[in-house]
Nanobody, 122 residues
Framework: QVQLVESGGRLVQAGGSLRLSCAASGLHFSLYDMGWFRQAPGKEREFVAGITWSGGSTTYGDSVKGRFSISRDNAKNTVYLQMNSLKPEDTAVYYC???????????????WGQGTQVTVSS
């Protein structure tokens, strides 16, 4: 059974940093692309970042380019999201997901974690 468990979300002041983690189990983690998405109240789920199975390629949503960084440790079955220069508009529930294909669309992902709340105060 595939399980993805996010952690690291909390309340942080604008301009601060956070690192989110997503621990995976029940899958051959190193075979899959992984992604981070976020969803704010009343808004659609938004692509944040993606990383290929090897970690060799990454891609980012326009709103986080230059501030966020995705990485992975295949030995630990974990994908990370380093978030710097946080803004109030980054407030959302952040989800990690397993990729079925290399995509920035949620349709390209088939397993999702429960999410972790990130709140950025101004």
């Amino acid at each position: 059974q595939v399980q993805l468990v996010e952690s690291g979300g909390r309340l942080v002041q604008a301009g601060g940093s956070l690192r989110l983690s997503c621990a995976a189990s029940g899958l051959h983690f190193s075979l899959y692309d992984m992604g981070w998405f976020r969803q704010a109240p009343g808004k659609e789920r938004e692509f944040v970042a993606g990383i290929t199975w090897s970690g060799g390629s990454t891609t980012y949503g326009d709103s986080v380019k230059g501030r966020f960084s995705i990485s992975r440790d295949n030995a630990k079955n974990t994908v990370y999201l380093q978030m710097n220069s946080l803004k109030p508009e980054d407030t959302a529930v952040y989800y990690c997901a397993r990729g079925r294909l290399w995509s920035s669309s949620s349709r390209g992902y088939d397993y999702w974690g429960q999410g972790t709340q990130v709140t950025v105060s101004s």
